[in-house]
């Protein structure tokens, strides 16, 4: 097991968030001093925690989050972990790592590659990057300086609990999202299911024709 240096919280502010459906959630931001990678990642605490709390890894992503893009699942995981962290109580961490940490830029580009008929992760390849390039250091680093030892992982993703786990954190359960399917965006979650083993009903993602 790696030796992870010591994260410690920077800040902790109140916010108070409302979604574009009227749903809204109190929430308390932290920020975080020490972060391995050196990014400003935040942590979100939502409702109130138990001593096994629901977590949520959230990766940034401008097109989906902000802009409502059709093209990935993203916005609608962030709106539907907010709501069921805060029922149940726990934090979701949200990662500065766009594009499964290519960059904004790059994920720009591959969506030109997918555009000529390359999936997600072929397209990450013909431009000479990784399919998914994301480490959970400072994610360990931020759960550990919140006191969560142990969680509940709310992910389709089994690569998230088995770093999480690799760098001493203990993942109870994996609980998985809803299946956010559109005819933009079917191929990607298809991917998703067949390249890096994410827990989605294949059999649900049918192939559907853009009109």
């Known amino acids: 097991m790696p030796d992870i240096p010591a994260a410690t919280p920077r800040a902790r502010v109140r916010v108070p968030l409302r979604f574009h459906d009227g749903y809204s959630a109190d929430a308390e931001l932290v920020t975080f001093h020490g972060l391995t990678d050196g990014r400003e990642h935040i942590a979100i605490v939502l409702g109130d925690p138990g001593p096994v709390p629901l977590v949520r890894l959230h990766s940034e992503c401008l097109t989906g989050d902000v802009l409502g893009s059709a093209r990935c699942d993203c916005g609608p995981q962030l709106r539907e972990a907010v709501e069921r962290i805060a029922d149940q109580g726990g934090v979701l961490l949200y990662l500065r ?6 960059g904004l830029y790059n994920k ?5 590659l997918q555009d000529q008929g390359l999936d997600t992760y072929e397209a990450n390849a013909a431009l000479g990057l990784p399919e998914d390039a994301r480490d959970y250091t400072a994610a360990a680093q931020m759960l550990t300086a919140l006191g969560v030892s142990e969680l509940d992982l709310l992910s389709n993703n089994p690569d998230k609990a088995d770093q999480l786990r690799g760098l001493g954190v203990g993942v109870r359960d994996r609980v ?7 005819v933009h965006n ?3 979650l298809r991917a998703k299911v067949l390249q890096t083993q994410h827990t989605l009903p294949l059999g649900e993602l049918t192939e559907l024709t853009v009109g």
């Open 97 to 102: 790592q766009e594009g499964r940490d290519i």
């Open 176 to 182: 998985a999202t809803g299946v956010f399917t559109t």
């Open 108 to 112: 720009l580009d591959a969506y030109a």
């Open 186 to 188: 079917v191929r990607y």
